[in-house]
């Protein structure tokens, strides 16, 4: 019995194949280790919710239909085309329901033999009328390489042109190159890829395995608030309208948007004639042979503007696992952009609103987050979810507006304590790359490889988490010098308890400024350290992130429980007080009493009459201290 290839749409398992002491091209006999009828394609297709597809729905999503090149080798690969010699080229391969087992070539609804070449848009194509069947090839002893790519629909109507790039300097960049005819019809959700798949000699005889990935990535934003006793509303978003590269201070987004989302993001905005390059992972740079997409040939937009959903709330959800989405929760889809090199910067504001009855109203303005450059790197086939939290510790102004966004010292002090935003990010389909931002006077960002924060609320016991703390202004990470607690340019991760206060951000920043408001902070256990090697932080795909060492801390909670990052930019310096009771009253003084837990509190309508009664118990200010500066990040760690 001959062996021949049969393309066969189903989940990313290996079919059973069957034994044959036949061969094509070789000099003896040899007896395969498979047992199955024919030599199949085994397609799995990825989805959104981290499963693939299989038999009808891959078809459907592969619009019935997809074409192939592969390749064989009779000498080792040295990274050129020279030893190349094409099998395939670009093979249409069409499915076509209960048709299983009706031809030789076909066993899963599949077939290639006798399909007329599909060559419109394609390149290179097939000289013959009709497509053949195919046989494995024993004398290639150094094995197959197959690619393959689906999207009929497109190339049909000259939405886009796809060529198939034979050469490269390494084995990775013999991929694709999309040119994109019109971008208005070029759907991106109808365009797959599959991983770059070399099948070794032993492994002839049995199902070669492509997976496709979509092209596209997809973007949505949710929105939450945790503060005490107000509902939010969201006012406004800045953008600047009119930029022609990429957008590197908050003072350019002087744009006001009151109708959608709207952020300051370089992506990608295709233009007709612009084209898109489909290289591979090496396997040093992310999960080998996986599809990697390079848009250097594309135009760019330097504002990301989503849905309505946002701003047309009247007021915003109150808790991650639902929040108040932006475009009803749908993805909008996007073009990949895994080369970008800038952060995504945000201006907003928003309206807090009394929910005792009284409608008091506080405006909060130039509330600002960077989320880091790491976390806006989309790639194909990838859904990044983005939610930001608003908290009671924000780094909007609810008096005058700075005249330099960048600089809140130019406008009133910034408070009510400083909001929080979370971003949650990266939703994979067969990954989850999720992050959380946090924003004070700088961002913090944490992050725990494949964690799913969206459902268990933040982490998990065990989850390694890894934290960068973003400057606002520079939209560069600090510099970790130590793991200790209120040093200068230290961080450190506590877990937190109370019997006062709910913990919150601000609370905790009360109370390393001295607040006694029971809460207990202890340093975790085990420890945080310091990532001190640079590109250390692992992502989903198996590559590591671009980022200098002792620019990050990372640590595992053995427990669930709070845990609290805090970042000391300027360390709290208490008063020292002395006893004001040989004093002459002195009406420009503040006078305290003590509590018998230390505590000292202002004491109020002293008068020279009355002062003599009480001044053996009164203080006064000998040295005055310092209001402590620090990045705060409470995390949830649940079981």
């Not at 770059?196 to 005889?205: D, F, I, L, S």
């Not at 990050?552 to 002395?578: H, K």
Request: hydrophobic content about 35%.
């Amino acid at each position: 019995m001959k062996k021949y290839y049969s393309f066969i749409a189903l989940a990313a398992l290996a079919l059973a194949s069957c034994t044959s002491d036949e061969f094509v091209g070789g000099n003896e006999n040899v007896t395969t280790e498979s047992n199955g009828k024919a030599i199949g394609f085994d397609f799995g297709v990825p989805n959104l919710t981290r499963g693939s597809l299989s038999g009808a729905d891959a078809a459907e999503a592969l619009s019935n239909q997809f074409v192939v090149f592969g390749t064989k080798h009779n000498e080792t690969e040295d990274e050129t085309a020279d030893n190349d010699e094409v099998v395939f080229t670009n093979y249409s391969v069409v499915w076509t329901d209960n048709t299983a087992g009706t031809t030789e070539s076909n066993t899963h609804n599949w077939e290639y033999v006798g399909v007329t070449p599909y060559t419109s848009g394609v390149s290179p194509v097939i000289t013959s009328s009709t497509q053949t069947i195919k046989y494995w090839d024993y004398s290639a002893a150094q094995g197959y390489t197959f690619y393959a790519f689906a999207g009929k629909d497109l190339l049909s109507n000259n939405y886009i042109a796809v060529e198939k790039l034979t050469e490269g300097t390494t084995l990775y960049e013999k991929g694709y190159k999309i040119t994109v005819n019109d971008v208005e019809n070029a759907n991106l959700d109808k365009l797959y890829y599959s991983d770059r798949t070399p099948v070794a000699k032993t492994e002839y005889g049995k199902p070669v395995v492509l997976t496709f990935r979509n092209l596209g990535s997809r973007v949505r934003v949710g929105f939450y608030e945790t503060v005490p006793g107000y509902s939010v509303k969201v006012d406004k978003f800045y953008y600047d309208d009119d930029a022609e590269a990429p957008v590197t201070t908050f003072i350019a987004m002087n744009k006001e948007n009151t109708s959608n989302f709207a952020s300051a993001l370089q992506n990608v905005g295709p233009k007709d004639g612009n084209s898109l390059t489909i290289t591979y992972y090496n396997g040093t740079d992310g999960t080998e042979n996986h599809v990697k997409v390079t848009n250097s040939g594309m135009d760019y937009a330097y504002n990301l503007t989503l849905g309505t959903g946002i701003i047309s709330a009247e007021k915003l959800a109150t808790t991650s696992a639902t929040p108040t989405w932006d475009n009803d929760g749908d993805y909008t889809t996007v073009y990949p952009f895994e080369q970008n090199t800038n952060p995504m910067l945000i201006r907003v504001d928003y309206t807090l609103t009394s929910e005792d009855g009284s409608g008091e109203t506080i405006e909060v303005k130039n509330a600002r987050v960077v989320v880091p450059t790491n976390y806006v790197q989309w790639k194909s086939n990838y859904a990044y979810t983005y939610l930001f939290k608003i908290s009671n510790n924000t780094n909007g102004t609810t008096g005058t507006v700075p005249t330099d966004p960048d600089d809140p010292t130019t406008g009133d002090p910034e408070g009510l304590y400083p909001i929080t935003f979370d971003a949650v990010a990266v939703t994979a389909t067969d990954y989850t790359q999720e992050t959380i931002t946090t924003v004070a006077s700088n961002n913090v960002t944490t992050y725990a490889v494949n964690s799913d924060v969206t459902t268990v609320g933040e982490y998990k016991v065990g989850e390694t988490i890894y934290v960068v703390d973003e400057n606002t202004t520079t939209h560069e990470p600090l510099t970790v010098s130590g793991i200790a607690a209120n040093t200068a340019e230290n961080a450190i991760v506590y877990t937190a308890t109370t019997e006062g206060d709910a913990i919150s951000e601000a609370t905790v920043l009360a109370k390393l400024n001295g607040a006694p408001n029971g809460i207990t902070l202890t340093a975790a256990n085990p420890a945080a350290t310091i990532v001190t090697e640079a590109n250390s932080i692992p992502q989903a795909d198996g590559s590591t992130y671009t980022l200098a060492a002792s620019k990050a801390v990372q640590f595992t909670p053995g427990a669930a429980g709070t845990y609290v990052y805090v970042y000391t930019n300027t360390a709290y310096v208490a008063n020292e007080y002395e006893t004001a009771g040989e004093d002459t009253f002195d009406a420009t003084e503040t006078y305290y009493f003590k509590t018998d837990n230390d505590v000292y509190y202002a004491a109020s309508g002293l008068t020279a009459d009355n002062f003599a009664n009480y001044k053996a118990k009164l203080y006064k200010v000998k040295t005055a201290g310092t209001v402590g500066v620090y990045d705060i990040k409470v995390i949830i760690i649940k079981e």
